[in-house]
T-cell receptor, first 115, second 112 residues
Framework: GAGVSQSPSNKVTEKGKDVELRCDPI?????LYWYRQRLGQGLEFLIY????????KSGLPSDRFSAERTGESVSTLTIQRTQQEDSAVYLC?????????????FGQGTRLTVV | GDSVTQMEGPVTLSEEAFLTINCTYT??????LFWYVQYPGEGLQLLLK?????DKGSNKGFEATYRKETTSFHLEKGSVQVSDSAVYFC???????????FGGGTRLMVKP
């Protein structure tokens, strides 16, 4: 597709369940980012990928969170044993590799609600 | 590490008022600077950018100038409209790599 695609757009899960969030970046974009946005809050950095490797995982809130990327394309963010504080919109963005281009393009996000 | 600080909102203005949203940053070297906008119910989209000192980014009547000496990238618009109501995020991309760092966002509300 022409833009960054995230699925599902909405996810309601029970506390303690695992969830997987998917991001399809723009074709050819080697950099991929995950952010979390709680209601009414700013963007919280989670992780970014350069190709299939993640140089910076410092933003992952706990060991319940993990992410992977394959084929320099699709990325999956997995949250295990979800907690209510995980409820947020999870945003994915992609960009060409620095310094070829500078801006990142965002998907519409996945709204996760843990009940 | 890199960081971005922007004024807290909400900022409430009347239509046709002048807008300034302050943004300052901390980074090594010469980062690229951005303003993103998030309209109600929508995703983030790039509003404008500047990639080197003294560059002015502009779009939709908004402007921001990359000031190296004050490490700032303040967003301005001469006459806001109700349709400008949104959350605005200042961001930087460090020149050491691909990290994209955001400020906390500023909510703008424009009243008719």
């Amino acid at each position: 597709g022409a833009g960054v695609s995230q699925s599902p757009s909405n996810k309601v899960t029970e506390k303690g369940k695992d969830v997987e969030l998917r991001c399809d970046p723009i074709s050819g974009h080697t950099a991929l980012y995950w952010y979390r946005q709680r209601l009414g809050q700013g963007l919280e950095f989670l992780i970014y990928f350069q190709g299939n490797s993640a140089p910076d995982k410092s933003g992952l809130p706990s060991d319940r969170f993990s992410a992977e990327r394959t084929g320099e394309s699709v990325s999956t963010l997995t949250i295990q044993r979800t907690q209510q504080e995980d409820s947020a919109v999870y945003l994915c963005a992609s960009s060409l590799e620095f310094p070829r281009a500078f801006e990142a393009f965002f998907g519409q996000g996945t709204r996760l609600t843990v009940v | 590490g890199d960081s971005v600080t922007q004024m807290e909102g909400p900022v409430t203005l009347s239509e046709e008022a002048f807008l300034t949203i302050n943004c300052t940053y901390t980074a090594t070297g010469y980062p690229s600077l951005f303003w993103y906008v998030q309209y109600p119910g929508e995703g983030l989209q790039l509003l404008l950018k500047a990639t080197k000192a003294d560059d002015k980014g502009s779009n939709k009547g908004f402007e921001a100038t990359y000031r190296k000496e004050t490490t700032s990238f303040h967003l301005e618009k001469g006459s806001v409209q109700v349709s400008d109501s949104a959350v605005y995020f200042c961001a930087l991309r460090g020149n050491a790599g691909n990290m994209l760092t955001f400020g906390g966002g500023t909510r703008l509300m424009v009243k008719p």
